[in-house]
T-cell receptor, first 114, second 112 residues
């Protein structure tokens, strides 16, 4: 296990379509995070899970967004009825819950809505 | 006003120069401070991590945190063309699920 894996790396979709992204965290990490990054900006927090429980959601996560982590391992992020403003890099990160340990990021999924 | 402010650059320096990158923040409750490096179209890579105030050195990189001034810095000595990337500062509270608040990132170019 070499790191956080995200799939797909790139996704082009038409406005109004649904898309789903997958994240596989580092195997011993029980926390998993989703961030969104637009061009020229730093990543912005969307949501995080501890094991299978979704513990916090940002106001950025509108009703069209849903994230799951059904067995406490991989996670999916679904965007329904995509809009052009959803075009961004979606980053997944994972960490352990031991204080003082930090998060490691995947390579991201770049979404383009046309 | 953003919680974390970072000059976006771009910053261009000659090879071998000492680079200074900085962030200021407004939330005095932040306790953990990180620097991530991000190459174009890649995910952020953790470079340095510091708890509370003080300095930390790792090879050519030195991170400084001054909580009294709400100011953090990253110094890169003997900069190399391979250091050309965007440098993101990030910080978080104690506990809080490791949720990070990032700066906008500073784009650095080290030229031959």
């Amino acid at each position: 296990d070499t790191g956080v894996s995200q799939d797909p790396r790139h996704k082009i979709t038409k406005r109004g379509q649904n898309v789903t992204f997958r994240c596989d965290p580092i195997s011993e990490h029980n926390r998993l995070y989703w961030y969104r990054q637009t061009l020229g900006q730093g990543p912005e927090f969307l949501t995080y899970f501890q094991n299978e429980a979704q513990l916090e959601k940002s106001r950025l996560l509108s009703d069209r967004f849903s994230a799951e982590r059904p067995k406490g391992s991989f996670s999916t992020l679904e965007i329904q009825r995509t809009e052009q403003g959803d075009s961004a890099m979606y980053l997944c990160a994972s960490s352990s819950d031991r204080e003082g340990t930090e998060a490691f990021f995947g390579q991201g999924t770049r979404l383009t809505v046309v | 006003q953003k919680e974390v402010e970072q000059d976006p650059g771009p910053l261009s320096v000659p090879e071998g120069a000492i680079v200074s990158l900085n962030c200021t923040y407004s939330n005095s409750a932040f306790q953990y401070f990180m620097w991530y490096r991000q190459y174009s179209r890649k995910g952020p890579e953790l470079l340095m991590y510091t708890y509370s105030s003080g300095n930390k050195e790792d090879g050519r990189f030195t991170a400084q945190v001054d909580k009294s001034s709400k100011y953090i810095s990253l110094f890169i000595r003997d900069s190399q063309p391979s250091d050309s990337a965007t440098y993101l500062c990030a910080m978080r509270l104690t506990g809080g699920g490791n949720k990070l608040t990032f700066g906008t990132g500073t784009q650095l170019k080290v030229e031959l």
